[in-house]
DNA sequence: TCGGGTACTTACCTTCTAGTAAGTGCCGCG
DNA sequence: CGCGGCACTTACTAGAAGGTAAGTACCCGA
């Protein structure tokens, strides 16, 4: 059964969103997904590094189950599954980005280490990213969510 | 010791201020700051319906080593101890207005229960906060964060 | 003197979250 | 024929998060 959200009750609009956000891989999910538009099962577990395939699948079932992720499975040989946003989830990405600006905000206040694994943007050295981060990207897609 | 935020390494802003925010009731502790400015333990504890003071105690800690939260004591009799946001707190209430309003969005779209405690907003029908919800309040006090 | 309020602290226990590791069925490549 | 890749599934386990309940030290009003 595992646990797609509770569904309420919330208690306020924050509470309902993390329900939805919290998971140690969703967010950055999100975020892959956001940035490369669609994804195969295996490409996703290469651009999470240390992501466990049992937690990559918990997490997109979740959010899949969530409305926020579109699961297109090819009857083929072998097996081939893409993933990609709904447009619920892309509107989720963007209410995220102020968010992730404060945090990106934050690390620079505090000096803490910023660590991208090998492998996660291609190796850019994370100086490259610090800026622009993950916001900015999808902002245009969902720029007034209602 | 507990856990005051891991303070890095990070992946994203996103795991940044997630590390901060997450914890059942800190994002309601930001919240009920904000709207009252200052508040005192036992108010704040009357004002979160259902937290314990382990718990209410623990996240007021973590916050206040965050920078979040201050926390001003009187040395009278009986104890005075008096919490409020930080500037960085408020500005992190501001980065997840958007997220406030998704969620509230997404509680309309799934028909999901808001139940607001009693006493939460003083006895007002949940009705008459779910547009505004959380997210107005301290937008003015922090609209364009950097 | 008793109960209640102030602001916590402590110990214990349960539940939730995530990690490890292995197995499944099917195929192509060498 | 065995290995590796695909997309999973399952069982077991560790650790973190959160809940319960009690205790601390002081004072005030009834």
């Keep these: 059964m595992s646990t797609p959200a509770r569904r309420g009750p919330y208690v306020c609009g924050i509470d309902a969103a ?3 956000v919290s998971g140690k ?9 956001d940035q490369h538009g669609t994804r195969r099962f295996a490409e996703l577990r290469r651009g999470l590094p ?3 395939e049992k937690m990559l699948i918990q997490h997109l079932r979740e959010m899949e189950a969530d409305g926020l992720v579109h ?5 083929e040989v072998p097996p081939k599954v893409e993933y990609s946003l709904t447009e619920h989830g892309v509107s989720l990405n963007a209410a995220l980005a102020p968010l992730g600006r404060w945090g990106t905000e934050r690390i620079r206040r505090i000096g803490a280490e910023k660590v991208v694994p090998p492998s996660w943007t291609g190796g ?6 610090d800026a622009s981060d993950r916001p900015a990207v999808t902002l245009r897609g969902a720029g007034s969510p209602g």
């Design 124 to 129: 850019r050295p994370a100086a490259d990213r």
């Design 50 to 52: 240390g992501v466990s």
């Design 25 to 33: 891989w969703k967010s950055l999910i999100l975020w892959d997904l």
């Design 71 to 75: 699961r297109e499975v090819y009857r």
């Design 18 to 20: 993390m329900d939805v």
